[in-house]
């Protein structure tokens, strides 16, 4: 159990042992990015302050997680590092046993530094079987040097997995509307399972390790070698960071399925959202969207503050999450619209 001072209330955690070897890994992945990126804010003197804030699920009876989070700052725009795990130990209509995750993302201040996702989870089911899933993800503002670095640390660690994971990568990160990727490295695998579960367990733990290592130091180099920024170096991170915003909400199945499943947690299931965006772009790419999905982007406009550029607050985070999650209880059929790899994992019906 885990103790939430704030609300004298406690996050329990599942019984099943696979599952709590999973927490063990996330939580260790957490802290090693974390002290990662904290010791590359003091070795450029540049401050990286991390909050832990902790969530709770049904008041810590299936769950919760912990984020650490950097507000806005000389070396973050924004930054969060989040496990959570979700359990149905106590509902036997559920088929879903549990799922563990680590899900983050880093947006630099400095466009020249690139943005990164990374989110790796184990879901398991009441029946003792259960899959991985491993992303990351490279995503620069400003384009530079980083993706063959970037894509030669995933493809030493995925070894033979590679060319299926970057395949799927490419496949769930393109966006249609706008003809062009989210990113320039993308790795993907849904539902990794072979016959050998401690393999398997390693696989994840040395695809973590790698991917958190190899971005930290991208960012350190990054920082070093380009702390000058422009004002047209903020323009097009400004554009980026919209764009980042758009295919999240409007693709991203992951963020959907978490804001679909519940809303107890939609502060930390935004929190890949840059500080800020320009409203009046985002605008401008509804028309280029298939019905319903422009009506979506018209939502996500209204939620946004008229200023410019478009401050995300925590405020705005909520009223995003709700445009997104209404969105798609008026027209589940657009689901059918999100990105995907070569398997659309059940996420929202094993919460059923």
């Known amino acids: 159990k885990v103790r939430d001072t704030a609300s004298v209330m406690q996050r329990q955690l599942t019984q099943s042992r696979q599952a709590q070897k999973a927490l063990e890994l996330v939580t260790q992945l957490q802290q090693r990015f974390v002290e990662g990126l904290k010791s590359v804010g003091r070795a450029l003197e540049m401050q990286a302050e991390f909050e832990p804030i902790e ?39 559920k088929n879903l046993g549990s799922a563990t995750a680590i899900s983050t993302i880093i947006h630099p201040q400095n466009p020249h530094a690139p943005s990164v996702h990374i989110h790796i989870s184990w879901t398991e089911m009441k029946d003792g079987s259960g899959y991985w899933r491993m992303m990351a993800d490279l995503n620069p503002s400003i384009e530079g040097p980083w993706k063959d670095v970037y894509q030669k640390c995933i493809q030493d660690v995925a070894g033979e997995q590679y060319e299926e994971g970057a395949a799927q990568g490419d496949r769930y990160f393109y966006i249609p509307a706008l003809e062009r990727h989210r990113g320039v490295t993308h790795f993907y695998l849904e539902q990794y399972r072979t016959d050998d579960p401690v393999a398997d367990f390693d696989f994840a733990q040395q695809f973590g390790e790698a991917v958190i290592d190899g971005y930290a130091s991208i960012l350190k180099e ?131």
């Open 222 to 352: 990054a920082l070093a070698s380009k702390p000058e920024v422009s004002a047209q170096d903020r323009v097009g991170q400004l554009a980026y960071h919209t764009l980042y915003l758009f295919q999240v909400l409007t693709l991203d199945r992951g963020t959907t399925s978490g804001l679909l499943v519940h809303d107890q947690n939609d502060v930390g299931i935004m929190g890949s959202i840059p500080a800020r965006v320009d409203r009046d772009l985002l605008a401008s790419w509804s028309e280029r969207c298939q019905e319903p999905q422009d009506v979506l982007v018209d939502s996500l406009v209204a939620a946004l503050d008229e200023t410019t550029p478009s401050e995300v607050t925590v405020d705005v985070k909520m009223k995003l999450a709700q445009a997104v999650r209404s969105h798609y209880k008026a027209n589940p059929q657009a689901l059918r619209m999100q990105a995907r790899g070569n398997v659309i994992p059940p996420t929202v019906d094993n919460h059923k």
């Open 55 to 93: 969530w709770l699920r049904d008041g810590g009876t299936h769950g919760g997680g912990v984020r650490f989070s950097a507000g806005e700052g000389e070396l973050f725009n924004r930054a969060s590092v989040n496990v959570s795990q979700v359990h149905y130990d106590d509902d036997p209509t």
